[in-house]
Structures are given as C-alpha cells and as structure tokens.
T-cell receptor
Framework: QQQVKQSPQSLIVQKGGISIINCAYE??????FPWYQQFPGKGPALLIA?????SEKKEGRFTISFNKSAKQFSLHIMDSQPGDSATYFC????????????FGKGTKLTVNP | KAGVTQTPRYLIKTRGQQVTLSCSPI?????VSWYQQTPGQGLQFLFE???????NKGNFPGRFSGRQFSNSRSEMNVSTLELGDSALYLCASSLGTTHGETQYFGPGTRLLVL
C-alpha cells in the first residue's frame, strides 16, 4: 500500500522556469511532511519541511504548499537552475515514538540550461 | 561536525550469503534508521533504533535484522541473500528526542547480489 503518491515521475524544465512536484497522502495521522533532494551517488538531504498547521512555507527559491483538506502538498522550485537537477522525494511521518519516514517514489528533475 | 558514514560503500555478494552493513551516526545522535532504496520500490523503511532498542520495524522479512551499540553506531544484517536484495541501503541519524527532527542520511551502501 503506497501511502504517499508522488507525481510526476520525471520533469524537464528550462532554466529560469518553475518546477512543480505534487504529493498526496492517505493517512490523516501524518503530521510532518519533509522534502528530500538526492543527487546521484549521494544520500537524500532535507530540503524543506512543513507541518499541517500552515498552508505554505518558503525558503529561498523553494516553497511547499499544503492543502490539509485535500491531503495534498507540493514543492515549487522558482527560477529553476541546472544545479537543481536531482531526484526529489516527498515524505511523511506521524507521531508515535518513531521517526519512520514514508516516502513518495521520487521525481527526477532535469533543468536544461 | 562529521556526517553520517556508512561502510562499506560497495559490496558484491552471491545468493545465499549473508552481509553486514555498518552505520556511524552524527555525534550526539541517538536514533538510527535504515532504508532500502530500489528503482522499483523507492525508499522503504527497514527499522529504527534508539538507545540500543528497536523502536519501529518496516515490512521486511526476518532475514533483515539490525542492532545498535552503546555508542549509537548501528549495523544491519541480511542473511540468505536473494537477488532482490540488490539495492542501495541508506541509514539516517537524528537526535531522536523530538518528533519531526531532521534526519541526516549517509551516502549509502550499494549491495549487488549475484
């Protein structure tokens, strides 16, 4: 059972464009939603995260939009750069004494110069 | 501060063998989680250890096991290897004391089972 669904699987954007990656979840107990960025040969690294009590969080060129009623959240990358080319994973976790992350299947982003 | 380190980085084994992977967390971190990453299934949670105790376990067969030592270093073991165990195994560490803390991932161990 895939608890976090991520789309698209791959995305090609021109330099300076906006990249948008979407995720949907099923478990209403999820209460923390991080996004991870992974470059080839590296482990995932936290990019930005949000909790469901806010609808948007912005850090530099990266913004998370969160829709609690729709159980959806998305990552927007403004002014996309070739250096942003990587695989992006959304994830979710819930309280309960464990830090288990449930990941989406990832989006491979390519930003063309 | 040194990041999460994993050894070995690459490993080739044959079916039926067993393997032990090691993870050294960031200094001061007491939680270590393990994930399996494959192209088909993505990132899947294996287990989490906190202060030498398994705190949660994913949906993997009993061939997958782990442990954590008093210095927070962790090992995972896979016995009777199968071709499908070929994957990147990632560990992540965090303080483990507050829900929603940042988890820091290591570079992973790439396991190939022939």
């Amino acid at each position: 059972q895939q608890q976090v669904k991520q789309s698209p699987q791959s995305l090609i954007v021109q330099k300076g464009g906006i990249s948008i990656i979407n995720c949907a979840y099923e478990n209403t107990a999820f209460d923390y939603f991080p996004w991870y960025q992974q470059f080839p040969g590296k482990g995932p690294a936290l990019l930005i995260a949000i909790r469901p009590d806010v609808s948007e969080k912005k850090e530099g060129r990266f913004t998370i939009s969160f829709n609690k009623s729709a159980k959806q959240f998305s990552l927007h990358i403004m002014d996309s750069q070739p250096g942003d080319s990587a695989t992006y994973f959304c994830a979710a976790t819930q309280q309960g004494g464990s830090e288990k992350l449930v990941f989406g299947k990832g989006t491979k982003l390519t930003v063309n110069p | 501060k040194a990041g999460v380190t994993q050894t070995p980085r690459y490993l080739i084994k044959t079916r039926g063998q067993q393997v032990t992977l090691s993870c050294s967390p960031i200094s001061g971190h007491r939680s270590v989680s393990w994930y399996q990453q494959t192209p088909g299934q993505g990132l899947q949670f294996l287990f989490e250890y906190f202060s030498e105790t398994q705190r949660n376990k994913g949906n993997f067969p009993g061939r997958f096991s782990g442990r954590q030592f008093s210095n927070s270093r962790s090992e995972m073991n896979v016995s009777t290897l199968e071709l499908g165990d070929s994957a990147l195994y990632l560990c992540a560490s965090s303080l483990g004391t507050t829900h929603g803390e940042t988890q820091y991932f290591g570079p992973g161990t790439r396991l190939l089972v022939l």
